[in-house]
């Protein structure tokens, strides 16, 4: 399997980072290692000053497909769950300066923690959805879907373009505004809507 991720997706995110407002979806990858599944803590890894938690929907892609209109792209995803891409920003700041790729700010070990994944169909609306993360029991971001720059369905037809998706892959779908640093001794809830979907430590 694969993980997707799609950057500055919520135009206030973007802003924050002094990014501009993207015209066609940021993508990048991690590699499965990435994964932090059963709220296993996060080891805070010793080559970052500066781990910013992202909270992400995360779509689960239930069949393979290529090219996928745009229009039937929603048939793709049965169940979504919720996510942290970490990021090491320093890093990641140091080769956006070099136009160097950002692998090593995005994909290292545990940079991936996810929930469980629940039936799409629990939620009246898809592009209504509230989903928010709170450390040591403070609220640090709060996003809603209606706020998205690309739907999940454009994302899916867009990556579908040039990357087959296959059962199984995850498409972190962007963060809203409010990432900082995370530290040790950290707890990190995340919600969507008023259900706990991730409880787990920065260690
Ligand atoms: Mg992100």
Do not use: C
């Amino acid at each position: 399997m694969k993980i997707i991720a799609i950057g500055r997706n919520y135009a206030e995110h973007a802003k924050e980072l002094n990014n501009p407002v993207p015209t066609t979806p940021v993508i990048f990858m991690k590699p499965d290692t990435a994964i932090l599944k059963d709220n296993k803590p996060f080891y805070h890894p010793d080559f970052s000053e500066d781990v910013h938690h992202e909270i992400e929907l995360v779509l689960k892609i239930s069949k393979e497909g290529k090219h996928i209109n745009e229009n039937f792209a929603g048939n793709y995803f049965e169940e979504i769950g919720l996510g942290v891409d970490f990021t090491a920003r320093d890093i990641q700041q140091r080769h956006k300066e070099k136009g160097l790729p950002w692998e090593l700010a995005k994909g290292f070990d545990g940079s991936a923690p996810i929930s469980n994944f629940v039936p799409k169909a629990n939620f009246k609306d898809l592009y209504n959805l509230n989903f928010k993360l709170d450390i040591n029991g403070e609220l640090r971001q709060h996003g809603n879907t209606k706020d998205l720059l690309f739907s999940f369905e454009r994302i899916i037809a867009f990556v579908s373009r040039y990357i087959t998706l296959k059962k199984g892959d995850l498409i972190f779908t962007g963060t809203p505004e409010g990432v900082g640093r995370v530290k040790i001794g950290d707890r990190l809830e995340g919600y969507i809507e008023d259900v706990k979907m991730l409880d787990f430590y920065v260690k």
